[in-house]
């Protein structure tokens, strides 16, 4: 029902998810792991979209920090929270010169605490003194709705002609990867898999090897492996649903219309930057990614190669 979809993906990436990956992945035992990286992957993803707007679109990089703040309190802190640490955070000036963006941020981060770790002491001393705070009184509704004004500021450096591409298609990918960081923790709380930091496996590592390192190919090379990683999690979504549960399976299915278009739009701004033809490069790189697919590895990851 979804091949074609799939169908440029598939045109695009150097080979299929290899079926050892696939028997690997779909063991029981494997699921917690699948799960915790398939959610730092999201974040990652997020994160490197992040990254990408403030090196290079623009021109104030507060509202970018603030976007991603929250998540990264609650994953780089992680179950080291602590009243003092939430206000180094967010109110390094004191609570009453913070910003509305700011509060919201803050708000955002408690949402993530009380919604998935609300059990665990150090996320419950924070959330109780909170509700002491008068200006964060009023909760968080959702994930994404109250985030939203952390988007709106974001002004085009002048300099840089893809600014507003970039921007409008970097925030829709956040957005869309954020809120599928918080679904996964949603069905790993229900399974009762605790989130845990785990080292990033060899794969995003080994494309980023492959970027040049002088201006502008550095930033087409750096859309050419987003590209690529999107479209491997599209692929791999596809592949491993049919052999999960049908809670999962129908989750892993919802994703894939979200992460073609992600694959499409990094792409079509590699494209546009280079100003040419980039083909040659585009199927150098494709052959970089296929080969850590199709190579040994020693660590299971969502993006990892054949198991060892």
């Known amino acids: 029902m979804y091949s074609q979809l799939l169908a440029p993906i598939k045109d695009f990436l150097g080979c299929e998810t290899p079926d050892g990956w696939i028997t690997e992945a779909r063991k029981p035992e494997n699921l917690a792991a699948l799960l915790i990286d398939h959610c730092n992957c999201e974040w990652k993803a997020a994160a490197t979209a992040g990254k990408l707007l403030r090196k290079y679109a623009v021109s104030s990089q507060d509202a970018v920090v603030n976007?991603?703040?929250?998540?990264?309190?609650?994953?780089?802190?992680?179950?080291?929270?602590?009243?003092?640490?939430?206000?180094?955070?967010?109110?390094?000036?004191?609570?009453?010169?913070?910003?509305?963006?700011?509060?919201?941020?803050?708000?955002?981060?408690?949402?993530?605490?009380?919604?998935?770790?609300?059990?665990?002491?150090?996320?419950?001393?924070?959330?109780?003194?909170?509700?002491?705070?008068?200006?964060?009184?009023?909760?968080?509704?959702?994930?994404?709705?109250?985030?939203?004004?952390?988007?709106?500021?974001?002004?085009?450096?002048?300099?840089?002609?893809?600014?507003?591409?970039?921007?409008?298609?970097?925030?829709?990918?956040?957005?869309?990867?954020?809120?599928?960081?918080?679904?996964?923790?949603?069905?790993?709380?229900?399974?009762?898999?605790?989130?845990?930091?785990?080292?990033?496996?060899?794969?995003?590592?080994?494309?980023?090897?492959?970027?040049?390192?002088h201006e502008p190919q550095t930033l087409i090379d750096k859309l050419i492996v987003g590209a690529l990683i999107e479209a491997r999690s599209c692929e791999r979504f596809a592949k491993l649903a049919p052999y999960l549960d049908e809670e999962l399976g129908r989750f892993y299915v919802s994703l894939l219309r979200s992460e073609a278009r992600h694959y499409q739009d990094y792409l079509s701004l590699a494209r546009a930057v280079a100003g040419g033809d980039i083909s040659d490069r585009i199927g150098q790189l494709v052959a970089a990614e296929a080969h850590l697919i199709m190579t040994s590895d020693a660590e299971f990851r969502f993006h990892s190669g054949i198991p060892a």
Not at 106 to 124: F, I, M, T
Not at 160 to 173: E, G, N
């Open 67 to 213: 976007m991603l703040k929250p998540y990264e309190f609650f994953l780089f802190r992680f179950d080291k929270w602590s009243v003092d640490e939430f206000q180094r955070w967010f109110f390094p000036a004191g609570a009453a010169t913070a910003s509305n963006s700011d509060v919201k941020a803050a708000k955002q981060a408690l949402y993530l605490l009380d919604k998935h770790v609300a059990d665990l002491p150090s996320a419950r001393s924070v959330s109780q003194w909170a509700d002491s705070q008068s200006h964060l009184l009023a909760q968080v509704v959702s994930d994404t709705e109250e985030t939203d004004v952390c988007y709106k500021p974001l002004l085009p450096r002048a300099d840089f002609a893809q600014s507003d591409d970039l921007i409008a298609k970097m925030v829709r990918l956040i957005k869309e990867e954020l809120h599928h960081f918080d679904q996964v923790l949603e069905i790993m709380q229900a399974r009762n898999i605790p989130y845990s930091n785990v080292p990033a496996g060899r794969y995003a590592k080994g494309l980023l090897t492959q970027v040049t390192t």
